[in-house]
């Protein structure tokens, strides 16, 4: 696996509070024009019944949700598709979001129910396909052991769900695969999940940052204790 050519292709942050935010055409007004103010360009936004949809494509794609979900709770969710940029232009972004929101917003004293972060990533690899890599090189097994489960691959990994310990809530979710749209390349993702209450603020860069420095501190490691055997 080759690290420097870690390419991030998704960001996404999550926050479920309380109480609901009140959506309606005046908020989301306001809430286009702070965007506007904290020069987040938006492609469009959408005004539903139950929240509000803003969407900027094609570069540097985003979306944005702001609903009112049941049992009187409400969702922040920034997703980044795709960035093609480095990930503090992303958390800057989202930090900006957050801003706009407690503008608009500014009435709720907020209680943060459960949160998420998800990152995923492509690394090239050495081999034609990533999953014999990581079976041959991580995993020391033969070629032809895998012949028992069918002729040819078109794909595999690995995934691993990591409980919570000691004072940290936190539940981890991760992926190492191969990429289904180009074999060569080794897919990661990292999702990490808070299921408790965390306070009364967003804090979208610490919740990122939290899941980068796993896969790149704690993931990458992993995949690279292969190369010492």
């Given at each position: ?86 990930l ?54 033969t ?6 489960l ?60 939290r ?16 190369d010492?055997?």
């Amino acid at each position: 696996m080759d690290i420097e050519s870690r390419q991030t292709i998704h960001a996404g942050v999550n926050f479920i509070f309380v109480p609901s935010p009140i959506i309606n055409k005046g908020r989301l007004l306001d809430f286009q024009q702070k965007l506007d103010e904290f020069d987040i360009d938006i492609s469009r936004v959408e005004y539903l019944d139950e929240g509000i949809v803003a969407i900027r494509q094609p570069k540097h794609p985003i979306q944005i949700t702001i609903s009112s979900l049941q049992q009187h709770t409400g969702q922040l969710l920034m997703v980044f598709p795709l960035p093609g940029r480095p990930l503090e232009s992303v958390e800057a972004e989202s930090e900006s979001i957050v801003n706009v929101f407690n503008q608009v917003w500014s009435e709720d004293r907020r209680q943060v129910l459960s949160s998420d972060a998800t990152i995923r990533d492509l690394y090239n690899t050495s081999s034609d396909h990533a999953f014999k890599e990581l079976w041959e090189k991580r995993l020391g097994q033969t070629p032809g052991s895998l012949s028992l489960l069918g002729a040819g691959l078109a794909g595999g990994g690995l995934r691993f769900v990591i409980p919570p310990t000691g004072d940290d809530p936190c539940i981890i979710e991760v992926k190492i695969e191969s990429y289904l749209r180009d074999s060569s390349k080794l897919f990661i993702e990292a999702q990490f999940k808070w299921p408790g209450p965390s306070g009364t603020t967003f804090n979208p860069t610490e919740k990122l940052e939290r899941v980068n420095q796993y896969i790149t501190k704690k993931v990458v490691e992993f995949i690279k204790q292969g190369d010492q055997t």
